[in-house]
């Protein structure tokens, strides 16, 4: 598997220092995902298809995003190129690993926490990690 990193695009200078962190996981990942990062990981996640969005269009997840303040995880590259497009947005961590099985999927992500949430609390807004 290719080395992860981690680029940060767009920064706030209004950054806010969280010990818990609320993850919105998209329809691309696995609901194992919101799991482990709630389980495992101590912060709030559910999954689109908790909430009934798993078949929605990208715009009501944005909107539950800002709503409920969840940072969304996810595979789409729409929801980085949306973030040029509103002033009012949610944080979106970009994952630009292909297809993968769960396990390897959380293995790859697992250590790289850390530096994501550095970069939530540093108050960037998109996060791609490659």
């Not at 709630?38 to 689109?48: F, N, S, W, Y």
């Not at 769960?102 to 790859?108: E, P």
Request: hydrophobic fraction near 45%; glycine fraction near 4%.
């Amino acid at each position: 598997m290719p080395r992860a990193k981690l680029i940060t695009r767009f920064w706030w200078p209004r950054a806010v220092k969280r010990d818990q962190v609320k993850f919105l996981v998209d329809a691309q990942l696995p609901i194992a995902l919101a799991r482990w990062l709630t389980v495992e990981a101590g912060h709030e996640a559910i999954h689109v298809d908790q909430i009934g969005l798993r078949t929605a269009e990208d715009t009501p997840i944005w909107r539950y995003a800002i709503e409920h303040t969840y940072v969304i995880v996810t595979k789409d590259e729409d929801f980085a190129s949306r973030i040029h497009q509103s002033s009012a947005c949610p944080a979106v961590v970009w994952l630009r690993i292909g297809n993968c099985s769960r396990s390897a999927l959380l293995d790859w992500f697992a250590p790289l926490l850390p530096k994501i949430l550095r970069e939530l609390d540093r108050g960037e807004r998109l996060i791609e990690v490659r």
